[in-house]
């Protein structure tokens, strides 16, 4: 049976790769065998030379100059010398150029890798970069426009209209911070009113609703106290309480964490630091 053009084609390729393989070890051979032989000729001469240096040893001045003569010589001559190929044969030269090549061409392929790959990932960060370029020149544009309309405002107001819209938003924030403090003084009252006196009550509630000769100050007090002592005194928070707190709100206060107790007396508390 006839094999096809396509299989023809493959056993040739097949038949040329092994080829250049049995060449390219031959090549190798032949050239380990010609390195061999120069490191033995080295190694000869090198034995010799120490031999030499051994058997001189009686008069050492002269035999030191004539040795520093003839390493100058030498040198000279090793100077005006051209270096010669181990080989000549070409056949060998191009297997193992041949070889090196080969090798040099997979270690630019590898680096041609990691610098494609390099590059993708410059080519991503450069892209974000973009993006957030443009997103901070929309921004610095917003800005710059919201600035040149409060240097044109600032312009067209003068000094007395200045002062006279700060007076009108601080006397309007005086006015909201008033019916703020307002509705928390309704809403305290009435969600925690103090205990109302009981006379005709048993002897066991009467004790523990309060004393008709102490006057109990509201929890809205309370907390105005707290607040004030924080404000003025921050170094010392802490405010005593007496017979006129009423124990179950101050109880709540504690357990509901808007004030905590001294750590050295029961008596005093203070408002937590909520920040």
Request: proline share 4%; charged share 25%.
């Amino acid at each position: 049976m006839t094999p096809t053009p396509s299989k023809q084609t493959e056993m040739a390729q097949d038949t040329q790769s092994s080829e250049d393989a049995e060449c390219m070890g031959t090549a190798k051979t032949v050239l380990l065998d010609e390195c061999e032989q120069q490191f033995g000729l080295l190694n000869k001469l090198q034995n010799e030379i120490i031999l030499a240096d051994t058997e001189s040893n009686d008069d050492e001045s002269n035999e030191a100059v004539n040795r520093l003569n003839a390493i100058t010589a030498e040198l000279e001559q090793w100077q005006e010398m051209e270096p010669k190929l181990l080989l000549t044969n070409p056949d060998v030269l191009l297997s193992v150029g041949k070889e090196e090549l080969q090798r040099l061409n997979s270690q630019l392929k590898m680096v041609l890798s990691c610098s494609q790959a390099r590059l993708s990932a410059l080519k991503g960060m450069l892209k974000r970069e973009q993006t957030w370029l443009a997103e901070k020149n929309e921004v610095l544009s917003a800005v710059s426009e919201r600035v040149t309309t409060l240097q044109h405002e600032n312009e067209t107001l003068s000094g007395h209209g200045v002062l006279q819209d700060m007076k009108r938003k601080i006397y309007n924030l005086k006015d909201y911070h008033g019916s703020l403090m307002e509705m928390l003084s309704d809403m305290l009252a009435e969600h925690f009113p103090l205990p109302a006196p009981q006379g005709n009550a048993t002897k066991k509630k009467r004790a523990a609703s309060c004393d008709a000769d102490v006057v109990l100050i509201s929890l809205s007090e309370i907390i105005e106290k707290l607040t004030n002592k924080t404000l003025e005194t921050p170094h010392d928070p802490y405010v005593t309480t007496d017979d006129t707190f009423w124990q179950p709100y101050t109880e709540m206060l504690l357990r509901s964490g808007v004030a905590i107790r001294h750590p050295e007396d029961c008596k005093k508390i203070r408002l937590e630091m909520f920040f």
